[in-house]
């Protein structure tokens, strides 16, 4: 006789104590002796099997099962609230609480195993709509996720605090923070920014630009204008530069709702990619808190190599939500995107500006450095309008009255105009000045008869003047 094969384990354990009593007809005393069980129980096993077989020999579920007993009503109430509060008490102190209102009421009391198996009972959810709202809301609310339908239909804006030590130029170890701004169709990176500073308005706008222009990198073809971008309520993001630019873009600009950032998983997941991909193999890098090596590269080297990730690693790999690498789902379709009129349109609005600067005969002085250009020859003494990228200080663009001038570069770190160029600028602008007030005289002489000379009432001796008093 065999046992079926579908028996619980309990069951079947139980038949291989009886199966040499029901297929040798050794005594149940003997079995009982050597199992360790007593005869009784084999007996009504036995008789359970001859009734229903395999099957009555399964444990018997209690008729209670699943009720707690002996606790008061009121009592399991009272452990529900104390559970449910924030912060949570402790099973024991709930226990202690318990055990003196039974007492108080000469009831029987709980035991700890039925006060914590009432305190476990209370659902999570039960406690976050009881203690916080927000918790809630964020946890157990179903949420639905809207998808960008085509490329820059929606973009995300978010930073970060990176976990690797970097140099800063002291040479002391700092934390940089990544200002990220992704397409929300393709998450292709669309620009990016590295600084050692705290999020701010500016590095955003620095960003922002970088996603928009073309980039000089033909392995990185994303740009345009989105329809919307999408950001946080930070002081960096409800900046007037921003709102201005988003105006003048004609771009939507969203800002999550207060304490619902939803939808904004994307740039986390990007962010999570990020640390778990590119930030390893950095000197410096951080886990939980602690360096793995010593800090070893500078801001300009971290730049440089996480560019190099975007281009050959992230943007390549087939992305797990979309089943497309971001860059080839950017591309599909042929996709034509919409950009600004000019260059210059777009640094007026999102590069740096800083007060007006005065045109010296040297050129323009700014940040400690001086910029040239053959052009600023006309505009010496006139005050003009520098935007700079601090990413390139090798030049700045230059705008007076709002129009664009030149890109005046720096000598230290380029090949500036030469002497006899500036030189022959400043000859050509000084002509340029004299023809200009010689055309202007002559307008004005034809406009303009010459006056009559006055006639002299008095006459004049050796330099001396006379009066008719004198005579």
């Not at 500016?202 to 928009?212: E, R």
């Not at 793995?292 to 975007?310: G, K």
């Amino acid at each position: 006789m065999a046992a079926p094969g579908f028996a619980s384990q309990t069951a079947t354990a139980r038949f291989r104590l009886l199966q040499p009593h029901l297929e040798d007809d050794i005594p149940l005393s003997r079995l009982a002796a050597e199992a360790g069980v007593s005869e009784r129980t084999l007996r009504r096993w036995l008789a359970a099997h001859r009734s229903k077989g395999i099957t009555g020999l399964e444990r018997t579920r209690r008729s209670d099962a699943g009720a707690r007993r002996h606790l008061d009503p009121d009592l399991e109430a009272m452990i529900r609230a104390l559970a449910t509060r924030r912060p949570r008490t402790t099973i024991t102190a709930i226990h202690r609480k318990a055990a003196a209102e039974a007492e108080a009421r000469s009831i029987a009391g709980p035991s700890y195993a039925v006060v914590a198996d009432v305190a476990r009972e209370v659902r999570a959810a039960r406690i976050a709509v009881a203690t916080d709202a927000a918790a809630y809301r964020d946890r157990h609310e179903l949420v639905h996720r809207r998808d960008a339908n085509a490329p820059n239909e929606m973009w995300q804006a978010d930073h970060t605090m990176l976990d690797v030590l970097i140099l800063d130029a002291r040479g002391d170890p700092v934390r940089p923070w990544l200002t990220v701004v992704m397409d929300d169709h393709s998450r292709a990176v669309m620009g990016y920014m590295l600084t050692a500073d705290a999020p701010s308005a500016a590095n955003t706008a620095l960003a922002l630009h970088q996603a928009i222009w073309r980039k000089a990198d033909p392995a990185w073809p994303v740009c345009g204008i989105p329809e919307a971008l999408y950001v946080d309520n930070g002081s960096d993001f409800v900046s007037e530069q921003i709102e201005q630019a988003c105006i003048a873009l004609k771009v939507r600009l969203v800002h999550s709702r207060p304490g619902r950032p939803r939808g904004r998983g994307k740039v986390e997941r990007l962010f999570r990619t990020v640390n778990e991909m590119f930030l390893p193999d950095m000197p410096g890098h951080l886990i939980k808190g602690r360096p793995l090596s010593a800090p070893a590269i500078d801001l300009l080297e971290l730049t440089m190599r996480f560019e190099r990730f975007l281009q050959e690693v992230y943007h390549r790999r087939l992305h797990g939500t979309t089943g497309e690498a971001p860059v080839a789902r950017w591309q599909a379709g042929g996709f034509l995107p919409a950009l600004p009129e000019s260059r210059a349109a777009l640094d007026m609005l999102l590069l740096r500006v800083p007060r007006p600067r005065k045109v010296a005969r040297d050129g323009i002085r700014f940040m400690g450095r001086r910029y040239v250009e053959p052009t600023l020859a006309a505009f010496v003494g006139e005050q003009v309008d520098v935007l700079y990228d601090p990413r390139d200080l090798a030049e700045v663009h230059v705008h007076h009255e709002g129009t664009f001038v030149c890109r005046a570069l720096c000598p230290e770190h380029v090949d500036a105009p030469s002497l006899a160029q500036i030189r022959g600028a400043r000859r050509r602008a000084k002509e340029e000045l004299k023809q200009s007030v010689a055309t202007d005289e002559a307008r004005h002489a034809r406009d303009d008869p010459p006056a009559a000379e006055p006639a002299r009432s008095e006459p004049r001796f050796g330099g001396l003047k006379l009066y008719a008093a004198d005579d």
